[in-house]
């Protein structure tokens, strides 16, 4: 959301960041919306002191004993004229926020320009991908062969883009979820929340998701949305409020189940556990002010690759383009992991600044020490990880020519001790 004021004092700039979208200048539109709403209430609020100084004569012209009924037919005349004013007020007001909802975030200066993830900036590279002396298999291959990754019963209960995981793979995902939380509330400082997987229209409005993406998510016939990822109740959590300087940066992570319709996704991973209907992660959230939040980013960025490290899973860092940025986000770091089965990168956590434009749609501030004067908020999210992309990345990277599969060190103390997946495990 962008505050009206800034696009009016600076048309050519924000259509300038409009245009590194690849989207049409909206500057004119928007401060002709505008422009009819100040209009419409500046109208009501005359009607309203006109009406004001009417209802003074009639005191005055009653106390003549003189009569007032012309006064009173002009008093009766304003009030539908300022509900009038009013309601153009109203549709003018609606027209601009509707209009302001729609339209992605600005990128940051130093965001490349790109059409596609093929314009993205590669940033750094950590480990080197395994040599293997076999042709390394996927990893529904492998967990098929091992009888704990079953898609066809899955299809069969729910349909396509659903898995079941069991034994060992089941145990695994949470391990890794369990693992990740451990690291980020142990050394990373976060707060761990349980938060609602079911929330109203309003959190998804807060963090961008709603109005213009309901088509990717999933509505029960209550009015309740399934969470497509964490950082929606996570970010929501301090909706409304106006939050003391002092108290920032406030960090939490969850794990929590996902839930994507993947509509537009046709085509692409229908096998496998890349892009699936639901899904389990470990999600970051940080709120902080605005001197903070670039720093913020970078911390942040480093918690996730930090879980790849301990897991010793290759991966490559890139800044978005302007062209694969998300909706609510002005720059975003993605990390992907090496799949040898794949034999490329693929995407296991995404790293975005949000500005204050979540800050904005949920009325988010916050207040140094002894000042009046508020300021909307920063905020960020992350994935600390996907962790069915992470259990994925495992079983690629970490498999042997017999199929069976090596538990990564880090991983073993919450397997049991457990050091192989082999069939039946």
């Not at 609606?94 to 600005?106: E, K, Q």
């Not at 900036?121 to 298999?137: D, I, L, M, N, S």
């Not at 509509?263 to 605005?290: C, L, N, W, Y």
Request: hydrophobic share 40%; proline share 4%.
């Amino acid at each position: 959301m962008f505050d009206i004021k800034w696009i009016r004092d600076n048309p050519d700039a924000f259509d300038a960041g409009l245009a590194r979208r690849r989207l049409a200048a909206l500057s004119a539109e928007l401060i002709g919306l505008d422009k009819i709403r100040r209009e419409a209430e500046t109208r009501a609020q005359e009607i309203q002191a006109e009406r004001n100084k009417l209802s003074r004569e009639i005191g005055q012209t009653k106390a003549r004993g003189e009569d007032a009924s012309e006064i009173l037919a002009q008093v009766s005349r304003s009030k539908e004229d300022q509900a009038e004013a009013e309601e153009r007020a109203r549709k003018a007001t609606d027209d601009l926020t509707a209009a302001l909802s729609a339209i992605p975030n600005l990128p940051a200066a130093d965001v490349p320009d790109g059409v596609s993830e093929d314009d993205n900036e590669q940033v750094r590279t950590w480990g080197v991908p395994g040599a293997f002396a076999f042709a390394p298999k996927e990893h529904f291959e492998l967990g098929e062969a091992l009888g704990l990754m079953d898609f066809e019963t899955a299809a069969k209960m729910s349909g396509s883009r659903f898995v079941i995981l069991s034994g060992a793979l089941a145990r695994m995902e949470r391990a890794l979820a369990s693992f990740m939380l451990d690291l980020h509330t142990g050394e990373h400082g976060l707060t761990e929340v349980n938060p609602p997987a079911l929330v109203r229209d309003t959190a998804l409005y807060g963090t961008g998701q709603l109005p213009k993406f309901g088509d990717d998510l999933f509505r029960t016939d209550d009015g309740y949305w399934m969470i497509p990822t964490a950082e929606v109740p996570l970010t929501n959590m301090v909706a409304g409020q106006i939050l003391e300087e002092e108290t920032l940066p406030r960090r939490s992570t969850a794990m929590t189940w996902c839930f994507r319709s993947e509509a537009g996704s046709a085509g692409k991973d229908t096998r496998g556990m890349i892009r699936q209907h639901q899904f389990t992660k470990v999600e970051m959230v940080s709120v902080t002010t605005p001197d903070q939040s670039d720093a913020e980013l970078e911390r942040m960025t480093g918690w996730a690759e930090e879980v790849l490290k301990r897991l010793d899973l290759p991966y490559r860092v890139v800044k978005l383009c302007t062209g694969d940025l998300g909706f609510g986000a002005l720059r975003t770091y993605d990390l992907e992991v090496w799949l040898p089965g794949q034999g490329r990168y693929r995407e296991i956590s995404s790293c975005s600044s949000c500005g204050d434009f979540q800050a904005r749609r949920m009325k988010t501030r916050c207040r140094a020490k002894g000042e009046k004067a508020t300021r909307f908020v920063h905020t960020l999210n992350g994935s600390g990880l996907a962790v069915g992309r992470t259990l994925v990345a495992i079983m690629e990277n970490y498999q042997r020519a017999d199929g069976s599969i090596v538990i990564p060190e880090a991983l073993r103390p919450y397997m049991g001790g457990l050091e192989v997946i082999a069939a039946n495990a």
